[in-house]
């Protein structure tokens, strides 16, 4: 079976620093990786997935993640957060026997400070 | 374009009233799924479909019951409402079940069971 725990339910970070999303996965098959963003009241849009291939995958909006198989993890970050970043970041593991499923980890809130 | 489209945004049921909630994509995707968000529990798969004809079971399929006419709609049936259906409901779609495809989001469903 496959899981995902996202570490921190709630982040906050100042406007210009580091944003770091955690994010750890279970599969015993080798795993896609996907995190989407979630604005208030509004439905998920893909920030970026790993399939195969480069193990750092940049996405939309100067995010970019990891892959680390040694650790299990595909943690999201930004370098410099801008205050529309505040938003519910969700974590989410499929492979290639699952089809189209995905399973989602709880949700990060990400709030911005001026 | 218009994506992933569902309605309606919000709804009022009462406990043992049923209603449906509609989904529509015009991306020829064949592969469409339900989704349920709850506080702290991320997202999870309600029913899902690759193609017109044929539906499966995901993790919380009980109460809720699906089907696939067509290539485009995909409505979500709920039998006998209760309250802890009560819950934000996402309609989603991929090209195909390719686990590696993108999967896109409705704005979702706001539905309160009292």
């Known amino acids: 079976a496959q899981s995902v725990t996202q570490l921190g339910s709630h982040v906050s970070v100042s406007e210009g620093a580091l944003v770091l999303l955690r994010c750890n996965y279970s599969s015993s098959v080798p795993p896609y990786l996907f995190w989407y963003v979630q604005y208030p009241n509004q439905g998920l849009q893909l920030l970026l997935k790993?399939?195969?291939?480069?193990?750092l995958v940049k996405g939309i909006n100067g995010f970019e993640a990891e892959f680390k198989k040694s650790e299990t993890s595909f943690h999201l970050t930004k370098p410099s957060a801008h205050m529309s970043d505040a938003a519910e970041y969700f974590c989410a593991v499929s492979s290639y026997n699952q089809g189209g499923k995905l399973i989602f980890g709880q949700g990060t809130e990400l709030s911005v400070k001026p | 374009n218009a994506g992933v489209t569902q309605t309606p945004k919000f709804q009022v049921l009462k406990t043992g009233q049923s209603m449906t909630l509609q989904c529509a994509q015009d991306m020829n995707h064949e592969y469409m799924s339900w989704y349920r968000q709850d506080p702290g529990m991320g997202l999870r798969l309600i029913h899902y479909s690759v193609g017109a004809g044929i539906t499966d079971q995901g993790e919380v399929p009980n109460g809720y019951n699906v089907s696939r006419s067509t290539t485009e709609d995909f409505p979500l049936r709920l039998l006998s409402a209760a309250p802890s259906q009560t819950s934000v409901y996402f309609c989603a779609s991929s090209y195909s079940r390719d686990a590696g495809n993108t999967i896109y989001f409705g704005e979702g469903s706001w539905l309160t069971v009292v």
């Open positions: 790993y399939t195969t291939g480069a193990t």
